[in-house]
């Protein structure tokens, strides 16, 4: 019995409610999918619950329940598998933080929340944080880089807690906030005690660095200060060969995105030009897919797209539309360059409705795409009034299950 290879493409935020400026039609119904509709003779359609009805999902929690990693058993919050999409070596019992490099005044009132958003220095600020912190009482801290003004902070040391608060206010005009513990645990408190100490050493070190009187000088805010969120312990996820069998490959270029597949032993792979927005190079993308369908060291190619997500939030319905136009484009030359002897299952992580700019429990239209040798379901188009037709009603937990059936890779479950 042949194995197939299997392609797994998810778009962000790619389910969507009826848009008025669309004539009551989804982003979906709208864009032009001929490579979708060919694949739609040999496929399996319908919906699927990320989590479960009516759950508003995360990226982060929804990616994992989608690659078979239970997010109720495993999740500990978005601050680790972002450290790890930056490039982040965390060991267990580590304690990651998103975070934003912002800039406050002398009161520590937020005037920015991110620092004008383009940090041109940020390496450069992050090195020096680096090299003039290190530890606070006698925990490592560890900075890295990510997009734009974006930052992760990990503390490594014994007795560490993620049941604390944050210091971002979430908005501009207050004063950034102290930390607190969550719970009564001395480990908490302590820790609380450490990110407090830390943002006073942060400020210190960045309201005098050479970079940011840089920035001022070109009339830019001064990048002095860095907000902390999502506080999260690192515990090691179960691997994705150790479930599966599978080998698997990741291309993307959204750090959180890119943690979690870290996380359960995935090759990531970010192109160049590739963004995690709208003005992605999807080329660059399709052609790292294509790579690695090609190489026999994977059995399991995995893409991610942001910009539908990036255009749902910003409530961009025509940027929405485009961009999965590309997608379609993409699976195009996909299949142009690696035929059609493969397993392809096209979805999204979670619905963002354009109108509604944020996340929602929506279920998202899901296709699976087999070779051969199956009974196709009778739909017209990919989108989500025709997946209510299909036969598959699954929630993300299933994915998995689905993939390696269907490529022939599946083992009995009993005698």
Known sequence: MKKYKILLIIADGLGDRQVKSLDNKTPLEVADKPNIKELLKSSLVGLMDPIGPGIVAGSDTSHMAIFGVDPHRYYRGRGALEALGTGAYLTEGDIAFRGNFATVDQNMNVTDRRAGRKIDEGEQLVNELNQKIGEIDGVKVTFYKATEHRVAVVLSGKDLSDKISDTDPHEVGRKIKESIPLDNSISARRTAEIVNNLTKRIYDVLSTSIYNKNRIERGEPPANIILLRGASKFVELPKLYNYTGLKGG?????????????????????????????????????????????????????????????????????????????????????????????????????????????????????????????????VSDFNEREARKGSLKIIGLDVMNLLLNYSNRATKYGA
Not at 272 to 297: F, P, Q, R, S
Not at 323 to 348: H, P, S
Not at 360 to 374: A, E, F, K, M, R
């Open 250 to 378: 990741a291309v993307s270029a959204t750090a959180l995105i890119k943690g979690v597949c870290k996380a359960i032993g995935m090759d990531v792979f970010t192109p160049k030009g590739a963004t995690g927005g709208i003005d992605t190079n999807y080329d660059a993308k399709a052609d790292k897919v294509i790579e690695l369908l090609k190489d026999d060291k994977y059995d399991f190619v995995f893409l991610h797209v942001k910009a539908t997500d990036a255009a749902s939030h910003d409530g961009k319905t025509e940027e929405k539309v485009k961009a999965i136009e590309k997608i379609d484009y993409i699976i195009g030359k996909i299949l142009n360059n690696v035929g059609r002897e493969i397993v392809i299952m096209f979805t999204g992580d979670h619905a963002t409705p354009v109108e509604l700019k944020e996340h929602s429990g929506d279920p998202v239209p899901v296709l699976l795409y087999v070779p051969d040798n199956i009974i196709p379901d009778n």
